[in-house]
């Protein structure tokens, strides 16, 4: 499977981004797809996750309210709609992938793949 990360950019406070990942050789019965970023000086965390397991999504406090992890149809794009962003939420955003059980997890170990990083930069 391979990730792909696209989306990021710059945008003043209070506007909006929408992240989108896509993956190919996608074939896996249980699935979670998870959103980190990594800001400057700062280790990377965890944001939102999607899985196909009983639908589980859940989101970091800091963006519950303002972000909504979606995906397409097909189950071949998750997006990251970020609204109402503010200057923390700079970071480069990654999308990853567990296979194995379809659990969203905080825990980076447990993803199996990892797309390429979107620079999101949000000014004051």
């Known amino acids: 499977v391979q990730l792909q990360a696209s989306g990021g950019g710059l945008v003043q406070t209070g506007g909006s981004l929408r992240l989108s990942c896509e993956a190919s050789g996608f074939a896996y019965s249980y699935w979670a797809i998870g959103w980190f970023r990594q800001a400057p000086g700062k280790e990377r965390e965890g944001v939102a996750c999607?899985?196909?397991?009983?639908?589980?999504?859940k989101y970091v406090d800091s963006v519950k309210g303002r972000f909504t992890i979606s995906k397409d149809n097909a189950d071949t794009t998750v997006y990251l709609h970020m609204n109402a962003l503010r200057p923390e939420d700079t970071a480069v955003y990654y999308c990853a992938a567990e296979t194995t059980i379809g659990v969203c997890s905080w825990i980076q170990g447990t993803y199996d793949e990892w797309g390429q990083g979107t620079l999101v930069t949000v000014s004051s």
């Open positions: 999607i899985s196909n397991l009983d639908g589980e999504i």
